[in-house]
Every structure is written in C-alpha cells, then in structure tokens.
C-alpha cells in the first residue's frame, strides 16, 4: 500500500476490532499516525488492514484534524451497528470461499464509500457466527455452524444477563444489607470464600461477579452477609470449614431411639449395683462416662473404674457407628456442644446418671496395701451410680464424707508412686473456662489438678496404664500412647505454678506417639498407656472397648492394620475438633477482652519466660496462655514481672497484640 498525509487508516490495536487513525507521514515500512486521543504513535506497514486511496483529512492543524478524525470514527460506528451480517452471509453461503474484504464490499458499496468498507471490515472482525476470519480474509459459515453459533451466543448473553442480575445482588448485599433469592443458589461459595478469600474454590461466575461488585474483598462479604442476617457476628467459621456435622438425620435419631428401648436387664452381665459408686465430672457434664468404687480388702485395695458401654449398642457399620466415625469425638465450644452420639445415648441411656443402673465396662484394678499396682480384672457389668457430681461440689464435701476422703487419700499414694517411676509433676497452670450464656461471655479460673479433679484424673491415669498392660500381655492389637524421655535429664520441680519452669520443661518434653508399639509414657511414669476413659466422647475409645469385649467373649479381634485403618479415618476429624474448639475459646477470649477496651485499657499481669534477638515469650495470668511480642525497648529476662497491655485486637482474623510494660519499682 501507498500511504500519504491525510489518509484514514484501520489498524490492528490491541483488541480484535480495527481501530482509525490519521497516517501523518511515512518513513520506510512505517507510519506515523495520529490516534482517536490526539496521541501519535509509529506502525509498521503490515497493521494496516484497510487504507483510504486519497487524502481525507488536512494534517498541519493538528486539533482540526482530531476532531475531522473523530467525527469520522462515530460515522463508521453508527454505519457498523446497522449492518446485518446475516443478510451477507446469506448472499456468499452459496460460494463459501474466503473472501477479501473488498471482494465482499463491492457487492454493497461504491469503492470510495471509505466509512462504509471500514464500518464493514470492523463488523467482520467482530463477529463470531456469521464468518470465519483467517488472515484478514472472511468466509461465511455453514448452516449447521451457523445454527451452533448462534445458540452458543444465545447462551452466552444469558450467562451475561445472569451475571448482570449476580453484580446487582451483589451491590444490593454489600450496600443495603439484602440477600435476594438469586444468590441462594451461591451462599455456600459465599461463605467458603468469606474464610478462604482468594483460595476460596468458588465458581467462576460468582468471582467475576464479585469483582466486578467491587466486593471481592472477604471481610467485606462476611460483614454484608451478617447485616442480611446470613451469618452471625459470632459465626464459628471452623464449622463452614470443615462441613462439621451438628445435627443427626431422621434416621440416626431413630436407631438412637430403638437401641435406647432395650431392657439392659435382657443383658448377661455381672451385677455390680451393690457397689459404692460415685461418677463425679465437670460442672455442667451431660454425658458422664466414667465413674468409680473404691474398697479395701484385708490384703489390698481395690479401685473400680467404670466407663460407660455403647459399644453394647452400636455395632460395626450400623448408621450410628459410621456417623461417629465421620465426627471422630465431641465438639464442646463455649457457645455449642456437639456430641459424637446423639443426645439419647450420650447424655441419656448411656450417661452413668445417678440413680439409675447403667451398662459399663468396669476394670477392677488390685493394688497391694503399699500401693504396688498387681493386676486388672475386666467385666462386663452394670452399675449403679448412688451420687453424680461435679468437681467443685465434690470439693466441698471431701473433709467430712470419709468415703471419698479415703479415695483421695489412695489417689496421692498413687500420685507418688507414679514420681518414683519418673512422672513429671508439674504444677500446671489454671484452666481456663469460657461459657457464653444469654450472649454473656463468663470467664472462670479452675485448678484442674487439686483436689478431686486431680484424683479423677489419676484413677483415669491407673485404668488406661492397667489397660495397655492387659492389652500387652493378652496379645490383642491396640493403640497405645508411647511418650519417649531421658531419665537422665533433671526437671526443675516448684510447688506452685511456675511459668518459667513449665515452659523450659514443655521445650524438653517429646511428642506423644499412638501406634501397636507398647512403650512407656515418660511424662506420666507408667509403662504401658492407652485410653478407653472416653468412649462416648471419642470414637478410638469406642473401638478399643470392641476389642476388649471380643477377646472376653472369646471372638475374634480386630487385627492392628483394621484397627489403625479405622482410627486413621475418625482422626482427620478428631484433628478438625480439636482446631475447632481451640479457635472458639480464643474467640470468645478475644471478644471478651475487646468488649473491655471499650471502658477502659486492658493490662494484665505477666512473666517473662524467655527472651530472643527480636521478640520475646512471657506468660498472662488472666489468659493462663503463653504469648509472644516484639522485643520492647526494657532490658528483659526471665521470670521477670511486667505488665501486658491489649494493643490490638481483629475478631475476623483472630489476631491480638500486646505490648509489655515495665513495672516500676
């Protein structure tokens, strides 16, 4: 082609459809051109797809001939929009040849009708149905292509009227508050991108959708969504997550009912109801699965651990059996407690209640007068619980009833014997207890290991070491719990709680293992440990009580690849339980503390426990947690007192800061 001043060019821009310009002059193979915007840029020859033959614009007053040149381009749009590519296409199927652009014009257009061939040419870069475009040159499609083109427009302007509709719910959700129907069909996307955000897999059209809205920002679709009311401002984010299970079907609920209806005297099982049983728990337990009788013979003593029995009900594969699988053990939060066993069994029939005689597997554990541990008798039994209470009411009776004042008395001895073997007795820290109750958030400090939560704690302690050695010596496949050690290495010992001394003997202490091997468990002294204390709580439990039941029934056994096939199941949810309740007491521990900003600052008391190049560790007492912060500008050091202020506190992505302060002298 031959390019002069003034000419009016289609070139190939950044999008598929020509753009005009205005050749300003040539220099070898290129042009300078002048844009729509008045900006001038240089082409090669070859971009040009179709040219003017004469000059149509005066070039030397540069804003004229922007303007000429704009006018010119609106001539060619407004030409484009009424042109019918259908009724071309119709007139060339016959010869359906690829034709040149000016082949196809001279069938409609004078040659020096410019505005109208480039209003054609632009329509025919543009199109997607009527034409095939290879190399600048068009060929008309068949009719059966056609058909297919146009129903693929046709649905593709309807995914574009949807997402339109989407884009407008979207706005109407961010901006008012309102959830409309059409994005139903989306919420679970919503919601998985509200805790993901861009790793969320939602679908492409709810994405493009959402940036589009000018929401694609995950903070500010869960603050949309609980101003609909979708979500609520304390919304468990782990349960979405994890597609945690809270309720059961229709027809777990019904298996629950029939196994509930049994008559437990129907059962062939030792009657241990004339024993002294007392089940004591935390406040507010419902689901009671252990208790205990203790009795002193001429030669020995003998403590009873009784562990409620559903494994009696639910057999392997039944409903009931795969849905405790699935959820692995209980959930307890604050706010919502989410049983591995509907109500009906967990905190019904099987609960050890008072008054009411249960079914249990009760270990008779038989020490001698100096509290050497000697053996464990196993039954099938059921019980009797004569009183059911909590740690705080057992406490206040335990001077004046003598009973359980002689139980706990057995259970220090046991305590020391323990230490002789090597436990490590740490003093621990409180507990700390969140209740949320009529959306008021109570904060409660407990000393788990004084008293009678300690004693329960060592008898659970005594049946599952006893457990493990009755496994071991039976030869029945198992999973115990093996803590490695060095007996060699010296733990401090405090007789109050030390932050310092715990944390420097949490960094020495190893991970607890659970696998076939039978070993020892250094923290705890005992050699041999596993647990079967929590079978309406915990699934793997469950199935060591079917383990325990077969061999005395004289059935076959588990063998340790099915055992540890079916724990390995339930343990990706007992995983997901844990970082469930973990998280939710943080919460609420957080929410807590941010509801005490608003009167006033937060400051705790702490300790420094250990101190680095850039951020230090120390220990809160209202939190009963170890935290960490930049280093502050005060020499540290540890078991050093200072103050720790809230700095900041983010609910949605669970963060607090803090910063120490010195404590003047």
């Given at each position: 082609?031959?390019?002069?001043?003034?000419?009016?060019?289609?070139?190939?821009?950044?999008?598929?459809?020509?753009?005009?310009a205005v050749v300003l002059n040539t220099a070898g193979t290129n042009i300078r051109i002048m844009l729509i915007n008045g900006k001038e840029t240089n082409i090669p020859e070859k971009k040009v797809l179709y040219s003017s033959n004469r000059s149509l614009i005066t070039v030397s007053d540069k804003e004229n001939c922007k303007q000429n040149l704009i006018s010119i381009n609106n001539a060619r749009k407004e030409i484009a929009e009424?042109?019918?590519?259908?009724?071309?296409?119709?007139?060339?199927?016959?010869?359906?040849?690829?034709?040149?652009?000016?082949?196809?014009?001279?069938?409609?257009?004078?040659?020096?009708?410019?505005?109208?061939?480039?209003?054609?040419?632009?329509?025919?870069?543009?199109?997607?149905?009527?034409?095939?475009?290879?190399?600048?040159?068009?060929?008309?499609?068949?009719?059966?292509?056609?058909?297919?083109?146009?129903?693929?427009?046709?649905?593709?302007?309807?995914?574009?009227?949807?997402?339109?509709?989407?884009?407008?719910?979207?706005?109407?959700?961010?901006?008012?508050?309102?959830?409309?129907?059409?994005?139903?069909?989306?919420?679970?996307?919503?919601?998985?991108?509200?805790i993901f955000g861009e790793e969320a897999k939602i679908s492409k059209k709810l994405s493009n959708s959402l940036t589009k809205a000018s929401i694609n920002n995950n903070r500010k679709v869960y603050q949309a969504l609980v101003r609909a009311g979708i979500l609520s401002e304390d919304e468990n984010f782990d349960l979405i997550k994890f597609r945690t299970p809270i309720a059961f079907s229709e027809e777990q609920i019904e298996e629950?009912?029939?196994?509930?209806?049994?008559?437990?005297?129907?059962?062939?099982?030792?009657?241990?109801?004339?024993?002294?049983?007392?089940?004591?728990?935390?406040?507010?337990?419902?689901?009671?699965?252990?208790?205990?009788?203790?009795?002193?013979?001429?030669?020995?003593?003998?403590?009873?651990?009784?562990?409620?029995?559903?494994?009696?009900?639910?057999?392997?594969?039944?409903?009931?059996?795969?849905?405790?699988?699935?959820?692995?053990?209980?959930?307890?939060?604050?706010?919502?407690?989410?049983?591995?066993?509907?109500?009906?069994?967990?905190?019904?029939?099987?609960?050890?209640?008072?008054?009411?005689?249960?079914?249990?597997?009760?270990?008779?554990?038989?020490?001698?007068?100096?509290?050497?541990?000697?053996?464990?008798?196993?039954?099938?039994?059921?019980?009797?619980?004569?009183?059911?209470?909590?740690?705080?009411?057992?406490?206040?009776?335990?001077?004046?009833?003598?009973?359980?004042?002689?139980?706990?008395?057995?259970?220090?001895?046991?305590?020391?014997?323990?230490?002789?073997?090597?436990?490590?007795?740490?003093?621990?820290?409180?507990?700390?207890?969140?209740?949320?109750?009529?959306?008021?958030?109570?904060?409660?400090?407990?000393?788990?290991?004084?008293?009678?939560?300690?004693?329960?704690?060592?008898?659970?302690?005594?049946a599952n070491h006893a457990v493990a050695k009755w496994f071991h010596e039976n030869n029945i496949p198992c999973l115990y719990r093996v803590q490695e050690g060095d007996s060699e290495t010296q733990i401090p010992t405090s007789e109050i709680f030390d932050p310092v001394i715990f944390w420097n003997t949490l960094k020495l202490m190893r991970k607890t293992t659970v696998g076939a091997d039978f070993g020892k468990h250094y923290s705890?002294?005992?050699?041999?440990?596993?647990?079967?204390?929590?079978?309406?709580?915990?699934?793997?439990?469950?199935?060591?009580?079917?383990?325990?039941?077969?061999?005395?029934?004289?059935?076959?056994?588990?063998?340790?690849?099915?055992?540890?096939?079916?724990?390995?199941?339930?343990?990706?949810?007992?995983?997901?339980?844990?970082?469930?309740?973990?998280?939710?007491?943080?919460?609420?521990?957080?929410?807590?503390?941010?509801?005490?900003?608003?009167?006033?600052?937060?400051?705790?008391?702490?300790?420094?426990?250990?101190?680095?190049?850039?951020?230090?560790?120390?220990?809160?007492?209202?939190?009963?947690?170890?935290?960490?912060?930049?280093?502050?500008?005060?020499?540290?050091?540890?078991?050093?007192?200072?103050?720790?202020?809230?700095?900041?506190?983010?609910?949605?992505?669970?963060?607090?800061?803090?910063?120490?302060?010195?404590?003047?002298?």
């Amino acid at each position: 082609m031959n390019f002069s001043a003034g000419y009016i060019i289609e070139f190939v821009s950044k999008g598929s459809v020509p753009e005009a310009a205005v050749v300003l002059n040539t220099a070898g193979t290129n042009i300078r051109i002048m844009l729509i915007n008045g900006k001038e840029t240089n082409i090669p020859e070859k971009k040009v797809l179709y040219s003017s033959n004469r000059s149509l614009i005066t070039v030397s007053d540069k804003e004229n001939c922007k303007q000429n040149l704009i006018s010119i381009n609106n001539a060619r749009k407004e030409i484009a929009e009424k042109i019918d590519l259908a009724e071309i296409r119709e007139l060339l199927a016959e010869d359906p040849k690829f034709y040149e652009l000016n082949e196809i014009a001279e069938f409609l257009y004078d040659s020096s009708d410019y505005d109208s061939i480039a209003a054609l040419l632009r329509k025919l870069c543009d199109d997607h149905i009527y034409f095939k475009n290879k190399n600048n040159t068009f060929q008309p499609v068949s009719q059966e292509t056609l058909q297919q083109a146009i129903e693929q427009q046709k649905k593709k302007e309807l995914q574009e009227q949807e997402e339109s509709i989407l884009v407008e719910a979207l706005k109407n959700l961010l901006n008012k508050g309102v959830f409309e129907d059409c994005l139903k069909t989306y919420l679970q996307d919503l919601k998985d991108f509200v805790i993901f955000g861009e790793e969320a897999k939602i679908s492409k059209k709810l994405s493009n959708s959402l940036t589009k809205a000018s929401i694609n920002n995950n903070r500010k679709v869960y603050q949309a969504l609980v101003r609909a009311g979708i979500l609520s401002e304390d919304e468990n984010f782990d349960l979405i997550k994890f597609r945690t299970p809270i309720a059961f079907s229709e027809e777990q609920i019904e298996e629950a009912k029939v196994f509930c209806n049994i008559d437990i005297k129907s059962f062939k099982r030792v009657d241990l109801t004339n024993l002294k049983t007392w089940a004591i728990d935390s406040p507010g337990s419902k689901d009671r699965d252990d208790a205990f009788s203790f009795e002193k013979k001429d030669d020995s003593y003998i403590l009873w651990v009784h562990i409620a029995d559903p494994s009696e009900l639910i057999n392997p594969d039944t409903l009931l059996d795969k849905e405790a699988s699935r959820r692995g053990s209980s959930v307890y939060m604050p706010d919502l407690r989410i049983n591995m066993l509907p109500e009906k069994i967990s905190e019904e029939f099987c609960s050890l209640d008072e008054g009411s005689e249960k079914l249990a597997l009760s270990f008779a554990l038989e020490f001698s007068l100096d509290y050497e541990y000697k053996k464990v008798s196993i039954y099938e039994s059921i019980i009797k619980v004569e009183k059911a209470t909590d740690y705080n009411s057992a406490n206040k009776i335990l001077e004046t009833d003598e009973w359980l004042k002689s139980a706990y008395d057995f259970s220090e001895h046991l305590k020391r014997k323990r230490i002789e073997n090597g436990a490590i007795m740490l003093v621990r820290q409180a507990e700390v207890e969140i209740k949320v109750i009529d959306n008021q958030i109570i904060i409660e400090h407990e000393n788990r290991d004084e008293l009678t939560p300690g004693m329960i704690a060592e008898f659970m302690i005594w049946a599952n070491h006893a457990v493990a050695k009755w496994f071991h010596e039976n030869n029945i496949p198992c999973l115990y719990r093996v803590q490695e050690g060095d007996s060699e290495t010296q733990i401090p010992t405090s007789e109050i709680f030390d932050p310092v001394i715990f944390w420097n003997t949490l960094k020495l202490m190893r991970k607890t293992t659970v696998g076939a091997d039978f070993g020892k468990h250094y923290s705890l002294g005992v050699n041999g440990y596993t647990q079967i204390s929590s079978p309406l709580r915990r699934y793997s439990d469950l199935l060591l009580h079917r383990q325990i039941k077969a061999f005395l029934r004289g059935k076959p056994t588990m063998s340790q690849e099915e055992l540890n096939n079916k724990v390995m199941i339930s343990d990706i949810a007992v995983d997901r339980a844990e970082i469930t309740m973990r998280n939710r007491e943080r919460y609420f521990m957080l929410k807590y503390i941010k509801q005490q900003q608003k009167t006033s600052e937060v400051i705790f008391d702490g300790v420094i426990v250990d101190s680095g190049l850039t951020e230090v560790n120390f220990y809160v007492d209202f939190i009963c947690a170890f935290r960490h912060c930049r280093k502050p500008n005060f020499n540290v050091a540890p078991g050093m007192k200072v103050k720790v202020k809230v700095n900041q506190i983010d609910l949605f992505d669970s963060i607090i800061r803090f910063d120490l302060k010195q404590i003047k002298a």
